[in-house]
């Protein structure tokens, strides 16, 4: 049976590993991520029937036991959620970036959304919204995009993923939680997305 798994190049929070990738090939004066983001800690916790993950890279948040997941501190995403037992590409994912000091969320903002210049025929925006996440201001970007699905050491292809993603500042610190999904899975998973993202703190 194959397992796929997003390959390496994507594993990070999706629209984050964007900016990231296309960082080094722009002159763009937005206030862009730092690309040495420092190793944090990270400590899981159960109670009940929930685990909270919490991480020194300021922030924490509390998921179904049931649900499968992959954590790292020292790399982004600093933790994925798998939501179907049967497609580990339906996840929630978690990330951080350290930004140049007074960078703004309109200025980050300009910075994320810019990059999609160079992934026009690969991804479509559908909207851009205001929202918030832990408590702070915050953007929250919906999209499709094309993915590499790597199904085993051989095999990997494109497949079509729904995004939403959500990202806000806080102490000069970008955090992104991103739910993806085929188109497919998408509403069917949202409710149990939404709850998971509901219950992101910043710390």
């Known amino acids: 049976?194959?397992?796929?798994?997003?390959?390496?190049?994507?594993?990070?929070?999706?629209f984050m590993a964007l900016a990231v990738v296309t960082a080094g090939c722009t002159t763009s004066t937005s206030p862009s991520p730092s690309p040495t983001p420092?190793?944090?800690?990270?400590t899981i916790t159960t109670a009940g029937n929930n685990t909270t993950l919490t991480s020194t890279a300021g922030f924490k948040m509390t998921f179904p036991s049931q649900y499968k997941y992959d954590q790292n501190g020292?790399?982004?995403?600093k933790a994925i959620i798998y939501l179907d037992p049967k497609d580990i590409t339906t996840e929630v994912s978690f990330g951080t970036?350290?930004?140049?000091?007074?960078?703004?969320?309109?200025?980050?903002?300009?910075?994320?959304?810019?990059?999609?210049?160079?992934?026009?025929?690969?991804t479509t925006i559908q909207n851009v919204t205001s929202s918030t996440l832990?408590?702070?201001?915050?953007?929250?970007l919906t999209y499709q995009a094309?993915?590499?699905?790597?199904?085993?050491?051989?095999?990997?292809?494109?497949?079509?993923?729904?995004?939403?993603e959500i990202w806000t500042i806080n102490k000069d610190t970008g955090f992104v939680v991103a739910y993806r999904a085929p188109p497919s899975n998408f509403t069917k998973?949202?409710?149990e997305a939404q709850k998971i993202i509901n219950s992101f703190q910043l710390t």
Not at 1 to 14: D, G, Q, R
Not at 134 to 140: E, L, N, Q, S, Y
């Open 146 to 164: 094309i993915i590499p699905v790597q199904y085993n050491e051989t095999l990997v292809r494109n497949q079509t993923m729904q995004v939403q």
């Open 1 to 14: 049976m194959l397992h796929p798994k997003v390959t390496a190049a994507s594993a990070i929070v999706a």
């Open 134 to 140: 832990g408590g702070k201001p915050a953007k929250t």
């Open 74 to 77: 020292s790399i982004n995403p």
């Open 38 to 42: 420092a190793p944090v800690v990270q």
């Open 97 to 122: 970036d350290t930004l140049l000091p007074n960078t703004t969320l309109e200025g980050l903002t300009d910075y994320y959304t810019s990059q999609f210049l160079y992934f026009k025929n690969l």
């Open 189 to 191: 998973f949202l409710p």
